[in-house]
């Protein structure tokens, strides 16, 4: 299921709460608790800048693949286009 949202940033915590629908708060959470991984690998900081062609696992939320990142709205955020999947 391919979806697009907008982020501030392409810091893990910003893109987890994203494509969850959750608050920062509870997507640094679900990072510091280990149930985010980055291609496979397990990552526990929140500052880790994501790139398009990565894969995101979250435990209990899904897997994710980042299309692009590289447009912006007027108003200088980032439209994040990834898919979703089943």
């Given at each position: 299921?391919?979806?697009t949202d907008t982020v501030s940033s392409?810091?893990?915590d910003c893109v987890?709460?994203?494509v969850c629908g959750v608050s920062r708060?509870?997507?640094t959470e679900l990072v510091e608790n280990s149930k985010v991984s980055v291609?496979?690998?397990i990552c526990e900081k929140i500052t880790k800048t994501l790139n398009d062609g990565d894969v995101l696992t979250i435990?209990?939320?899904g897997k994710f693949y980042l299309i692009s990142s590289s447009e912006?709205?007027?108003k200088g955020r980032i439209i994040l286009c990834y898919?979703?999947?089943k």
């Open positions: 299921v391919s979806c392409m810091r893990l987890v709460s994203a708060n509870t997507a291609n496979s690998l435990r209990g939320k912006h709205t007027k898919n979703k999947y």
